[in-house]
């Protein structure tokens, strides 16, 4: 695979990154002779195209300034011949000649559409160099789709485990944003398979990249996965459980009707030391009233009320639906009254439950 030497701080592929700050790019007066090939491929050309057919041809078919390489590969590119890109940046790369940040973009989006797996790297590789950050959300997609059609994943392994090892200080954003956009592609074997990969590698998961992937399982109803990814967290000398982490969880377990699991990992939550919030109240106190534990529940309840953590409509409404079922229609209606009774402002809204699982990664 394709690594980073440096040289005057100018990207080369063939090893590991090295410092992303204060590169320079290579001066662009070096010439690179066009093969037979390369000629041949333009076909089919606009007025544009016929521009650089022409100075190609004054210049003995020589290209001479990064602008003609540009126009070339993107040339290839809307012509659908990434494979051609691919091998024109292979040789530019060996002659230190860095084309703008706006090629790869355009490269990286068109090797999503086309599942190039080879290129979708190449191309993400080399915007990581020159913005020296992380990416937009639309480009961690973009690579992503380069995967859906297919289980290889050597180069997109490749690629992960360069970022792993370099000394990037946004490395481990980068590889949980990749985690998420594979997830948003529903690509979830592919998520497991980077999760444990980075167990391995020099840049470990944090507590951020556990509670997203536990997040991604419970979304998709892949409980027991869920489970013994937790099992897999408690294990790792590198990361603690957090309230981010059992509320996920807790969620996760209510969403799948789990509700035998949901007091008992909320008791291990409390046992460790852990006070439970609005989101963890909410959701035990919800899968005890569907599993019929309505004493518990509304314990619970009282609990919260006394801690001062206001509760939302949601948790009023489930708790009178819960008791009328079991016939309590008389704790049911005092709910029913209390819950008419209680002013807006003393209780939860939506933006109460907005504590995001998933980091924004906004810097």
């Known amino acids: 695979m394709a690594k980073w030497s440096i040289v005057k701080r100018i990207p080369v592929y063939g090893g590991s990154f090295t410092s992303m700050k204060h590169m320079v790019l290579a001066p662009a007066e070096l010439s690179w002779s066009c093969s037979f090939s390369a000629m041949h491929s333009l076909t089919n050309t606009g007025e544009e195209d016929e521009e650089l057919l022409k100075k190609m041809a004054d210049n003995g078919s020589k290209l001479t300034s990064k602008i003609d390489y540009t126009n070339l590969v993107e040339k290839y590119r809307r012509d659908g011949n990434l494979s051609a890109a691919y091998d024109l940046l292979q040789s530019l790369q060996d002659k230190n000649i860095c084309l ?16 190039d797996m080879k290129l979708s790297c190449r191309a993400f590789r080399e915007l990581l160099v020159q913005a020296g950050k992380p990416l937009s959300s639309e480009c961690y997609l973009n690579l992503a789709r380069a995967f859906i059609n297919t289980d290889d994943c050597i180069h997109l392994l490749s690629l992960l485990k360069e970022v792993s090892e370099s000394s990037l200080p946004c490395r481990l954003i980068v590889l949980n944003r990749t985690i998420l956009a594979f997830a948003e592609t529903r690509q979830i074997d592919k ?112 609990e919260m009320k006394q801690r001062e953590i206001r509760p939302s409509v949601y948790v009023y409404r489930a708790l009178i639906d819960c008791l009328k079922k079991s016939g309590d229609f008389q704790r049911a209606l005092q709910l029913s009254d209390e819950l008419k009774n209680t002013s807006s402002s003393d209780l939860a809204g939506p933006q109460d439950f907005k504590r995001h699982l998933r980091p924004s990664y906004r810097r």
């Not at 419970?218 to 982490?245: F, P, Q, Y």
């Open 100 to 115: 703008p940040i706006s090629v790869f973009h355009n490269l990286l989006a068109a090797a999503g559409e086309q599942n």
């Open 191 to 302: 998520v497991l398979m980077i999760l444990e990969q980075m167990k391995e590698w020099q840049c470990k998961p944090d507590a951020i990249t556990y509670n997203s992937v536990l997040d991604i399982l419970g979304r998709a109803g892949l409980v027991n996965e869920m489970l013994r990814l937790l099992s897999s967290m408690k294990e790792d000398c590198h990361v603690s459980l957090n309230i981010i982490t059992y509320n996920t969880v807790l969620n996760g377990l209510r969403k799948a009707c789990r509700f035998d699991m949901c007091l008992v990992l909320y008791n291990e939550m409390v046992q460790g030391g852990i006070e439970p919030d609005l989101l963890s109240y909410t959701a035990v106190i919800d899968s005890l009233g569907r599993s019929g534990n309505i004493k518990e529940s509304l314990r619970l309840f009282d």
